[in-house]
Nanobody
Framework: QVQLVESGGDLVQAGGSLRLSCAAS????????MGWYRQAPGNRRDLVAA???????RYADSVKGRFTISRDNAKNTVYLQMNSLKPEDTAAYYC??????????????WGQGTQVTVSS
């Protein structure tokens, strides 16, 4: 069974930066697109960034220009560099694999997520 373990969340002031990591196991990592999703209380879980098997990246408009997704295939890990954080970025962040690139779908059981809280 695929396991996804997210880390790196924290409490940060507006304008600050964080780097999230997601380690995947029991997976042929290079064959899957990977994405970062977030869910704020009362909201649905949405895809905000994705990196294709080719390395192509795509972002939701709300994070474009501030977040950067990357992958390290040797480490089975996907990262999310988050800069210029805003209070509205506050959410639990999860990684998973969208069934098609940049679709708000997922293929594996969710990990525990990592909490990002941005104070104003």
């Amino acid at each position: 069974q695929v396991q996804l373990v997210e880390s790196g969340g924290d409490l940060v002031q507006a304008g600050g930066s964080l780097r999230l990591s997601c380690a995947a196991s029991n997976i042929t990592f290079t064959t899957y697109h990977m994405g970062w999703y977030r869910q704020a209380p009362g909201n649905r879980r949405d895809l905000v960034a994705a990196v294709a098997t080719s390395g192509v990246t795509r972002y939701a408009d709300s994070v474009k220009g501030r977040f950067t997704i990357s992958r390290d295939n040797a480490k089975n890990t996907v990262y999310l560099q988050m800069n210029s954080l805003k209070p509205e970025d506050t959410a639990a962040y999860y990684c998973n694999s969208p069934r098609t690139f940049f679709s708000n779908t997922y293929q594996f059981s969710w990990g525990q997520g990592t909490q990002v809280t941005v104070s104003s």
